[in-house]
Nanobody, 125 residues
Framework: VQLQASGGGLVQAGGSLRLSCATS????????MGWFRQAPGKEREFVAA?????????YADSVKGRFTISRDNANKNTVYLQMTSLKPEDTAVYYCAADRYYSGSYYSSEEYDYWGQGTQVTVSS
């Protein structure tokens, strides 16, 4: 399964960005999808996850109310992360991930089987 993340960039604090993660995988709709991020010198951390149908979404406390995860199973096989009210502490490389066999730990990087290449998000103050 190949995941292609895009949409990162440089934005001022308070601004918005939308990340996308696309795949050609035909069984995309059966995967739990997640976003993680890693800032320089820090461990990779959970940001958000979405269930296979899009009916369940989970967020890290640090982004709750500012970020929204969604997915398009019908047409584009893509998961999105809409980020608003961005803060300098959101600066990181953002990775999308796919989980074929969900075991309940959506917040753990070990849950996921496939990873995208990462896209840089930089928020200036």
């Amino acid at each position: 399964v190949q995941l292609q993340a895009s949409g990162g960039g440089l934005v001022q604090a308070g601004g918005s960005l939308r990340l996308s993660c696309a795949t050609s995988e035909r069984t995309f709709s059966s995967f739990l999808m997640g976003w993680f991020r890693q800032a320089p010198g820090k461990e990779r951390e959970f940001v958000a996850a979405i269930g296979w149908s899009g009916g369940s979404a989970y967020y890290a406390d640090s982004v709750k109310g500012r970020f929204t995860i969604s997915r398009d199973n019908a047409n584009k096989n893509t998961v999105y992360l809409q980020m608003t009210s961005l803060k300098p502490e959101d600066t990181a490389v953002y990775y999308c991930a796919a989980d074929r066999y969900y075991s309940g730990s959506y917040y753990s990087s070990e849950e996921y089987d496939y990873w995208g290449q990462g896209t840089q998000v930089t928020v200036s103050s």
